[in-house]
């Protein structure tokens, strides 16, 4: 099954995607980790991306549509996959058309004060990166980690103005893209608001799966 996959952050679409690999047994396959492996194989592109990076720019459209194209034409790939981070345009939406036909576009779909509640609740220990959750997962002692005896604090990432604004990118870069695979109806709404085990079983429900 080729399968896209597109969600909020705080969907948690790195949960549901290495779940969603054990049922279908395709690779799960993103821009970021295609660049590592590119840049790994001195690929002419890869060797292209590198130069890209290095010098902190965005990767172009048509360098990473290439890419994913290398990407999707290896073995492991021919019997589906799940792509993620890819496409992010609707010119990389239209050239994936071109070489590969997405069986179902999944939108992990969760209301922006929901992940309010998931990220702006995130607490992370300074010495040794556990995450708390001021509601889910509090430390035994405010502030202090329990694994370490760290500081706990806020991340600014984790503010709730930080949160919203990268919730406002990624509205305004995905909603042409849901229009895009809805008018082609391709799209399958999963609500993501419940907790993962529910959402993988929602996921299932709505491609059919039985297993
Ligand atoms: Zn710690």
Not at 115 to 131: A, H
């Amino acid at each position: 099954m080729k399968l896209i996959f597109l969600g909020p952050p705080g969907a948690g679409k790195g949960t549901l995607a290495a779940k969603a690999l054990e049922i279908l047994k395709v690779p799960h396959i993103s821009t970021g980790n295609i660049f590592r492996a590119a840049i790994a194989a001195k690929s002419p592109l890869g060797l292209k991306v590198k130069d890209i990076l290095d010098s902190g720019k965005l990767v172009d459209d048509e360098t990473t549509t290439g890419l994913v194209k290398e990407r999707l034409s290896q073995d492991d790939a021919q019997k589906g996959y799940i792509l993620d981070g890819f496409p992010r345009t609707i010119p990389q939406a239209e050239a994936l058309a071109v070489f590969s036909a997405v069986d179902k576009v999944v939108n992990f779909d969760i209301p922006n004060d929901s992940v309010l509640e998931r990220l702006g609740g995130r607490r992370t220990c300074r010495k040794c990166g556990y995450n708390f959750h001021q509601v889910f997962d509090k430390p035994k002692q405010e502030g202090i980690c329990d694994h370490c005896g760290g500081e706990v604090y806020t991340r600014d990432d984790d503010k709730p103005d930080a949160i919203s604004k990268r919730l406002e990118v990624y509205r305004a870069q995905t909603a042409p893209l849901i229009g895009f695979y809805r008018e082609r109806n391709l799209l399958v709404d999963v609500d993501a608001r419940p907790a993962v085990d529910q959402v993988v079983e929602n996921f299932k429900k709505s491609l059919h799966i039985s297993s």
